[in-house]
Nanobody, 118 residues
């Protein structure tokens, strides 16, 4: 099992930026694709972004495409989510997760709160 710890959330005005970090410990970080998800109050958890094991391929939800960038540093066991041009509807708890070869999301962090004021 991989342990994940997110940080970098906070309160920001609309149009602002935040960078989230997710540090992994345990098994080899570079063995996993990594993803970011978010859950707003009263809503289902939704996919935000994914990055392949080597960082060579990324996928984004349409709602964040062009504003958010996912990246990883395998030497630091860390995946990042750079969030620009934030909107109030981006307010949520953001969590990172590992994806197995079987494409299952199997380890989750506790999450970090992002609040965007209008």
């Amino acid at each position: 099992q991989v342990e994940l710890a997110e940080s970098g959330g906070g309160l920001v005005q609309a149009g602002g930026s935040l960078r989230l970090s997710c540090v992994a410990s345990g098994r080899t970080f570079s063995s996993y694709a990594m993803g970011w998800f978010r859950q707003a109050p009263g809503k289902e958890r939704e996919f935000v972004a994914k990055i392949r094991r080597t960082g060579g391929g990324t996928t984004y939800a349409d709602s964040v495409k062009g504003r958010f960038t996912i990246s990883r540093d395998n030497a630091k066991n860390t995946v990042y989510l750079q969030m620009n041009s934030l909107k109030p509807e981006d307010t949520a708890i953001y969590s990172c997760a590992t994806q197995t070869i079987a494409l299952a999301w199997d380890s989750w962090g506790q999450g970090t709160q992002v609040t965007v004021s209008s």
